[in-house]
């Protein structure tokens, strides 16, 4: 019988102290998340430094807890996965030097793991992955299409041109005077408004899957500001509703037309605007139509977490991939 892989996965690309403990890649073992939200809230937006230093509070705590809540020592953790990129790199550094250090104290094996790779391979702690198949990535910090013909391997066919998803809606929250992170509150709202504003639609040149929200996040701006120097008074339930229309047309018209293009056998889901559910049902809408099986994590592995890592990791790990005790932090890390 083939020994089980006992990962071990930490994160720290952004404003998530993470430690997870996942087996065969396929199963949560242990799985700690200290958020910062609440320390970043009062600026509107992740502060890069009070990120940077509230991981280093909080990295032990959160790698003790996760061995605590697995029931696992040392000795039964194979190696030691981590975020290398992209994030921030004050906040990436924090769990790149954990890892390192107990790479080094522990003797285990080192991989750096792509903080998008993470947010894919979360979909497998769910279900197992059958190829190929097309990832649609919409994070704070992402909006991609990346084809997958196998494990490991990873085709960008889209990408946005400027705000990610997560970013607009965060903006627009912003400008609707909504907490950060704004995604939630406006997926809320939208849920009890209407679609009564005509927002653009940025379907680019014929055939791109590429993105681009900043069209979409200006006119959002200009409505509110022309409505307030008229007097007019617009609903911020009609304004999240129709600007969430306008998000999730073109997200699921693209990932539709690209599962359809490349015959792909699964559809998955991941990072933080996953979360919504205008999304989601646009998706389950757009796919119970087709054959093609859709997935969408649970809210829990939606957003940053370490298991997402670890699951990835497990896969560089089987494949043979090893990172030296020279890792550094990447940014701008390539997902390849
Ligand atoms: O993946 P994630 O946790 O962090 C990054 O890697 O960026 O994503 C965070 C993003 C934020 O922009 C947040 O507003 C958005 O995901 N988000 C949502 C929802 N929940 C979180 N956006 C829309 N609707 C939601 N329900
Ligand atoms: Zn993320």
């Known amino acids: 019988m ?9 994160e720290t690309s952004c404003d998530e102290t993470a430690a997870s403990i996942v087996k065969n890649g396929t199963e949560i073992v242990s799985n700690v998340v200290a958020s910062q939200i609440e320390s970043h809230k009062r600026f509107g937006g992740v502060v890069p430094e ?12 959160v790698l003790e807890e996760a061995l605590q809540e697995a029931d696992m020592g040392w000795d039964q953790i194979d190696a030691i996965t981590v975020t290398e990129g992209p994030g921030l790199v004050g906040a990436l550094l924090v769990g790149v ?4 250090a107990l790479a080094f104290a522990k003797q285990k094996p080192l991989v750096g793991v792509h903080h998008i790779a993470g947010h894919i391979y979360a979909n497998r702690l769910e279900k197992e992955f059958t190829f190929p198949l097309l990832a649609l990535i919409v994070s704070g910090g992402h909006t991609e299409l990346v084809l997958m013909k196998e494990h490991g391997s990873y085709e960008l066919i889209g990408e946005t041109r400027d705000d990610a998803a997560g970013e607009a809606y965060d903006k627009v929250a912003r400008m609707l005077d909504l907490p950060y992170p704004g995604g939630p509150h406006i997926d809320r709202l939208a849920a009890i408004g209407e679609e009564t504003i005509a927002f653009p639609r940025a379907w680019l040149e014929d055939g791109s899957y590429d993105f681009s929200f900043s069209g979409l996040k200006s006119a959002v701006i200009n409505k509110i500001h022309n409505a307030k120097q008229r007097g007019e008074t617009l609903k911020p339930e009609d304004i999240a509703a129709s600007f969430q229309a306008s998000v999730v047309d073109v997200l699921t018209t693209k990932t539709l037309r690209a599962a359809k293009e490349f015959n792909v056998k699964q559809v998955i889901v991941a990072g933080g605007v996953a979360a919504n559910k205008g999304l989601r049902a646009g998706l389950q809408a757009k796919f119970s139509e087709t054959d093609i099986p859709l997935l969408i994590p649970p809210l829990k592995l939606c957003t940053d977490n370490a298991a997402m890592i670890a699951a990835a990791g497990t896969i560089a790990y089987e494949q043979g991939r090893r990172s030296g005790l020279d890792l550094n932090a990447n940014p701008s890390l390539l997902l390849k």
């Open 2 to 10: 083939k020994k089980d892989t006992i990962i071990l996965g930490i």
């Open 50 to 61: 009070i990120a940077s230093r509230h991981h280093v509070e909080q990295i032990t705590i």
């Open 97 to 100: 030097n954990a890892a390192k």
